[in-house]
């Protein structure tokens, strides 16, 4: 089945992460060649872009004083592990409700050298977050949970113990969502979603408390890869620890530039929150497809997960779309829904979103 032309989005990139990379910044990254592409990330071009990087997203999330830009290289996944050393002191508690929020917390229940994690869980689709405990010194949840489509406030927990940490996973959140950096210890996350970039490194904006605690915690062995304490020490002198990848950083540095030019993050998450209007509103109004979040609040603006009828085959719906040149809407593998997910990272024009959801009712018509 052919969609025609002029039903098609600008680009057919609708991905939870990678997601949509714009030209200009692949552009951007030919203009750092041969100045900084290809240079050791010991010498001034490169630590001069790392510090562009930190400045900037600093700046992006209105950090608080004494909050620092703290990065390394492996991901999201790298800092889930590097912080069962050096932020978790004993007992954490995982709020978790989906894919991602699961793995952190599995990493800190199989951590030995921790007490057993206390769990809050709720069911895929719906909104989880943290409640007090007594002895818990760390509360991890997920600001935007990537697998189900799911976004879930950030606040700091009411009545926990004093210097407890809030350690909230920003992945897909961080860019394209609201945030107040204050009710956070630790926001991280990686530049392949929000910020547009490829995949392999973590960043995380780190408050002074979370700083002692890693320096407190740097007395406990570590490997050196997940060392939080030489990850801080490094990103003071504009470095990471091993080799980190230019491209990454300089697609990064331009998708930050970009949204600065826009009006900063309020534009970011305006533009993410007009494409999930209409994605929900179409859904809404849809005669065979409805939002699978039921919750409205809940509803991420920049993953939409959308239900069809039993009659529809979704998997079918994605691959007509993708031999169409509309790629990456297959919902989460392990989810199992009659579902699509549909990125809607501020890089994806919220038009583009629209003509989706008309490429997407022309293909339903005739299947
Ligand atoms: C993508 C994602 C991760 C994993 O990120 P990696 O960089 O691949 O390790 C973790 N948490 C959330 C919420 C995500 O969306």
């Given at each position: ?73 492996g991901?999201s996944t790298l800092f889930w592990d590097a912080a069962t050393f050096q ?16 793995k952190f917390?599995?990493a800190g229940?199989a951590a ?90 973590w ?19 570590v490997p050196?890869s997940l060392?939080l ?139």
């Amino acid at each position: 089945m052919t969609i025609p032309a002029h039903l098609l989005p600008d680009d057919g990139r609708f991905g939870a992460g990678p997601s949509l990379v714009r030209d200009s910044q692949l552009e951007a990254v030919l203009r750092l060649n041969p100045s900084v592409v290809g240079t050791s990330h010991r010498q001034p071009p490169v630590r001069d872009l790392v510090a562009r990087v930190r400045r900037m997203t600093a700046e992006l999330f209105d950090a608080p004083a004494g909050y620092e830009v703290v990065l390394g290289n492996g991901g999201s996944t790298l800092f889930w592990d590097a912080a069962t050393f050096q932020l978790i002191d004993d007992r954490a508690q995982f709020a978790h409700a989906g894919e991602f929020g699961a793995k952190f917390a599995a990493a800190g229940a199989a951590a030995p050298w921790l007490s057993e994690p206390d769990m809050v869980t709720s069911e895929p689709g719906t909104g989880v977050g943290p409640r007090a405990g007594a002895g818990i010194d760390t509360y991890a949840w997920v600001q935007n949970e990537t697998s189900t489509g799911v976004v879930n406030p950030v606040r700091r927990v009411a009545g926990a113990d004093a210097g407890a940490l809030m350690l909230v996973d920003a992945t897909s959140a961080a860019g394209g969502v609201a945030i107040d950096l204050a009710q956070t210890d630790a926001y991280y996350f990686a530049p392949q979603k929000s910020f547009a970039s490829d995949g392999g490194l973590w960043l995380a904006l780190l408050s002074p408390a979370a700083l002692e605690r890693i320096e407190r915690l740097s007395s406990r062995w570590v490997p050196q890869s997940l060392s939080l304490a030489a990850a801080v020490k490094n990103s003071r002198l504009e470095q990471t620890l091993n080799t980190p990848a230019i491209v990454t950083l300089a697609l990064l540095a331009e998708q930050l530039d970009w949204m600065f030019a826009g009006g900063g993050l309020p534009f970011a998450v305006e533009r993410s929150a007009a494409s999930a209007a209409t994605l929900y509103g179409w859904a809404e109004s849809s005669t065979f497809a409805r939002p699978w979040v039921t919750s409205t609040a809940n509803r991420s603006p920049v993953v939409g997960t959308i239900d069809f009828d039993e009659g529809i085959d979704a998997k079918s719906l994605a691959a007509t779309l993708r031999a169409n040149g509309i790629v990456d809407t297959e919902p989460y593998r392990k989810l199992g829904r009659n579902q699509l997910r549909i990125g809607m990272y501020p890089a994806v024009a919220p038009a583009d979103v629209e003509a989706l959801t008309a490429c997407i009712d022309y293909v339903v018509e005739r299947l």
